[in-house]
């Protein structure tokens, strides 16, 4: 597979939430690792890759309560708790890029994240429908449509 320079640091994005939230793992113990890593495969070695998914990390831990907040909101029929904690990381960096980045349009924004749980969420099926509908909600909230 040929994924874009930002689809692949929204792939490392993810997987670092999934590590902060269900490893309680401190950003900065993960970036390290991330860094050490991915040097040794030169897949980060390109500055947009890491810029990007360093600061698409790192707003989303700055801002965890806003978007939690906001994903509840946008979710209301769905209690967030039982979601998997994959599709979590991906509603929390998506939502990100929404509400707080506001650096790319709706529809790719929205379009990433479901591509992405199409390979990583654990409900091949529901998983990326669920995202799509709770981030077209969320873009509904944030009047970005």
């Given amino acids: 597979m040929n994924f874009s320079k930002r689809r692949i640091a929204r792939i490392h994005c993810v997987t670092s939430l999934y590590l902060y939230d269900v490893g309680k793992i401190p ?19 390109d500055e947009k890759v890491y810029g990007f998914y360093e600061d698409l990390l790192k707003k989303t831990v700055e801002n965890i309560k806003l978007i ?17 904690a994959i599709d979590k990381a ?11 980045l506001k650096h790319a349009s709706v529809s790719i924004i929205i379009n990433e994240a479901i591509e992405i749980a199409k390979y990583y ?17 969320v873009a509904d909230l944030a009047k970005l449509k």
């Fill in 27 to 45: 950003v900065d113990d993960i970036f390290d690792a991330y860094i050490k890593y991915q040097d040794n495969l030169g897949v980060m070695a």
């Fill in 68 to 84: 939690d907040d906001t994903i509840s909101e946008a979710s209301k029929r769905w209690d967030t708790s039982r979601l998997y």
């Fill in 90 to 100: 991906i509603l929390r960096m998506a939502t990100c890029e929404l509400v707080v």
């Fill in 121 to 137: 969420s654990p409900d091949e099926e529901k998983g990326p429908k669920f995202i799509n509908g709770v981030l077209d909600t």
